[in-house]
């Protein structure tokens, strides 16, 4: 897994909270909005990752689905020393937001790989090209959980709160989770805003120093949208910055100015 890679599946990881047995409703999103981010490392413009609900609906395992697009592009100044082009898919159900499939196509520096996980939320069961495994309950895909998250309610969360979520992920379950740390106003190029500052648990891999090298913050409103990523590697450091947005549901109420 490359370091691009790498951060590109963590930033879905980072806001990803598991809600056990509950129905949703007044989703945080709706169709058609779409979110794209300006990927640094360091002081370099490394790339962009976009996250879009696409306006159609998808009919999987019998359940009508949102679909969920997410692309991970290096910049071109950077596709000639390791070009990626990374695509994710999650369908989610509409009315419970269970994950019922999720691909995964990978291109990095000519290496490619694909991935389809299905899952049975009855049996407790996920199925893979490769095999069928038993299951935690709720268990979910990267791109799902991070849909699911944004439907959370931080209101009376307690300083360090954690969070707990199971995550499917190349043929392994993997626990990880969440950290609420408070609120904070930050700036970007966007204006600035009132967030929710969380800290994901990571997976420690050949990139992120530890298990808590990432912080996130998110819109202090009904829409809560990632508004920067920011994580220590091995070999320096990687941020995320939301660059632009469309068709959101809810007033972005957390802009100050």
Known sequence: MSKFISFFTGFYLCFGVVVFAQELEG??????????YRVHYGFINAGTATFEVKPQRELIGGR???QIAGTGKTAGGWD????????YYAYL???????????RYVDEGGYKFDEKVMFDHQ???VTTKKSKYKSTDGIMDIMSALYRARNMDFSNAKLGQRYPMKIFLDEQEYEVGLIYLGKETIKTE???F????LQPILIISNVFKD????LMWATDDQNKIPIRIKSEILVGSIKADLESFENLKYPLSSKVK
């Open 27 to 36: 989703f945080s999103f709706k169709k058609g909005e779409k979110l794209v």
């Open 64 to 66: 009508n689905c949102f």
């Open 80 to 87: 000639w020393v390791f070009k990626v082009r990374d695509y």
């Open 93 to 103: 159900d509409e009315v419970s937001l269970d994950p019922m499939m999720f691909l």
């Open 123 to 125: 049996k407790d069961s």
């Open 190 to 192: 966007l204006g600035t």
């Open 194 to 197: 009132r967030c929710l500052k």
């Open 211 to 214: 298990t808590d090298g990432m």
